[in-house]
């Protein structure tokens, strides 16, 4: 069966037609309409598949006629729908290949169906941004973690005088000696590692 029932299901229709109905025609439209709930929460997807290659023709083009579409109804479960749209697949008996699709149901108005949308770029517009903050701030670390660094006479800092770049003078090709009194370092020249 594609689509399965449970107790929840059963209970909403005795519910809705286990009452003191004004007539047999009332009692009908609660059924119907506790039918549209119980559907609503069992048939979770459907299967759609297009003809792709047929044994007559060979490869269908989407835009041939003969290239049919088919909706094969509702699932409760994505793995009955799988297994569904496994057998629609392909059919040794008439070559027919079909391309399918488990779809997800939507039971929604297109403009509920739109805002669902608008909420998820929303929520990944909003991600970007706080992954874009996380950036700044790592590398706002990464450079003090450097500045530190170098202000040990590490890694940035002058390899002779371990004082720092802005230290030192700049001459015409920009490695003077170093400014700080008593340091006799003739050239900046930066410690790489
Ligand atoms: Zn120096
Ligand atoms: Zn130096």
């Given at each position: 069966m594609a689509i399965r029932y449970g107790k929840a299901q059963i209970k909403t229709m005795i519910e809705a037609i286990d009452q003191d109905h004004a007539s047999v025609e009332d009692a009908a439209l609660a059924a119907l309409e506790a039918a549209e709930i119980v559907l609503e929460d069992r048939a979770k997807?459907?299967?759609?598949g297009q003809l792709v290659r047929s044994q007559e023709k060979g490869p269908l083009a989407p835009s041939d006629p003969d290239s049919i579409k088919v909706a094969l109804g509702y699932y409760s479960t994505e793995g009955d729908a799988l297994r569904a749209a496994t057998s629609l697949w392909h059919n040794s008996s008439t070559g027919d290949?079909?391309?399918t699709w488990v779809l997800p149901m939507f039971y929604g108005t297109p403009a509920e169906m739109h805002a669902k949308q608008k909420a998820k770029y929303a929520e990944a517009a909003s991600k970007a941004k706080e992954k874009a903050k996380e950036?700044?701030?790592a590398s706002i670390i990464k450079r003090r973690e450097e500045a530190e660094e170098r202000a040990k006479g590490g890694k940035g800092s002058c390899e002779t005088c371990k004082h720092l770049s802005f230290d030192?003078?700049?001459s015409s090709n920009g490695n003077g000696q170093c400014a700080i009194k008593d340091c006799n370092c003739p050239e900046w020249k930066e410690r790489l590692k």
């Amino acid at each position: 069966m594609a689509i399965r029932y449970g107790k929840a299901q059963i209970k909403t229709m005795i519910e809705a037609i286990d009452q003191d109905h004004a007539s047999v025609e009332d009692a009908a439209l609660a059924a119907l309409e506790a039918a549209e709930i119980v559907l609503e929460d069992r048939a979770k997807f459907i299967v759609a598949g297009q003809l792709v290659r047929s044994q007559e023709k060979g490869p269908l083009a989407p835009s041939d006629p003969d290239s049919i579409k088919v909706a094969l109804g509702y699932y409760s479960t994505e793995g009955d729908a799988l297994r569904a749209a496994t057998s629609l697949w392909h059919n040794s008996s008439t070559g027919d290949t079909f391309a399918t699709w488990v779809l997800p149901m939507f039971y929604g108005t297109p403009a509920e169906m739109h805002a669902k949308q608008k909420a998820k770029y929303a929520e990944a517009a909003s991600k970007a941004k706080e992954k874009a903050k996380e950036k700044v701030k790592a590398s706002i670390i990464k450079r003090r973690e450097e500045a530190e660094e170098r202000a040990k006479g590490g890694k940035g800092s002058c390899e002779t005088c371990k004082h720092l770049s802005f230290d030192h003078n700049t001459s015409s090709n920009g490695n003077g000696q170093c400014a700080i009194k008593d340091c006799n370092c003739p050239e900046w020249k930066e410690r790489l590692k």
